[in-house]
């Protein structure tokens, strides 16, 4: 039976001096002893692995931005040919850009279209025409004062100025500019036709 640390730190190998610790000893038979030391896995570290894995999969990635890149710059080199050539056609054909976009009219509503519809979050300039266009619906939706007028004149004619008297009590109401509002009440009730025949002659 030999002396051995209370604690798993303290197991040494058979033999091998105890060093000083502050935990009490106690003694402890051979076969708990061998089975503790048992316990204790070795462990193996492969570090150059798990690094050359790591490596490799950072050179994929950055493979991957290389292309993007080289794609992006190659598409900024065709929107700049592309407004080269529609100057070169303004100034060789005397056309205008607006009249190049009349001319592609169709095209462009359809494109912007499927832009909408295709992608789960559309591009900034489609909710910039979807904004414009509903402030646009909104002000012809929207009567004017003048026109609010003219439609009511319509829908309401007008009584001839004049003194009315109402058959049924004997009550009298003068019309000078607009309709007084016992008038407007006639007119509610019994309708701008029986109203209009109450007018003294």
Not at 90 to 111: M, P
Not at 117 to 127: G, R, V
Request: positive net charge.
């Amino acid at each position: 039976m030999g002396l051995i640390a209370c604690t798993p730190y303290d197991v040494a190998p058979r033999g091998t001096p105890l060093p000083l610790s502050p935990y009490p000893l106690i003694p402890l038979t051979q076969s708990a002893r061998d089975k503790i030391i048992a316990t204790q896995e070795p462990v193996y570290m492969s570090l150059e692995h798990d690094y050359d894995k790591q490596l490799a999969e950072l050179r994929r990635k950055m493979e991957e931005i290389e292309t993007r890149k080289t794609m992006h710059v190659k598409k900024l080199e065709g929107v700049q040919r592309f407004q080269d050539l529609v100057a070169t056609m303004v100034r060789d054909y005397g056309l205008s850009e607006s009249e190049l976009f009349v001319a592609r009219a169709e095209a462009i509503v359809a494109w912007v279209k499927a832009a909408g519809k295709d992608s789960s979050e559309p591009p900034l300039y489609w909710q910039q025409l979807k904004d414009y266009f509903a402030v646009v619906i909104e002000k012809e939706q929207k009567p004017t004062r003048r026109g609010a007028k003219k439609k009511d004149a319509v829908n309401h004619p007008t009584l001839p100025t004049g003194i009315y008297r109402n058959p049924l009590n004997g009550e009298k109401v003068e019309k000078k500019r607009r309709n007084p509002k016992q008038l407007d009440n006639w007119v509610a009730e019994f309708g701008f036709t029986e109203v209009r025949s109450w007018l003294k002659k």
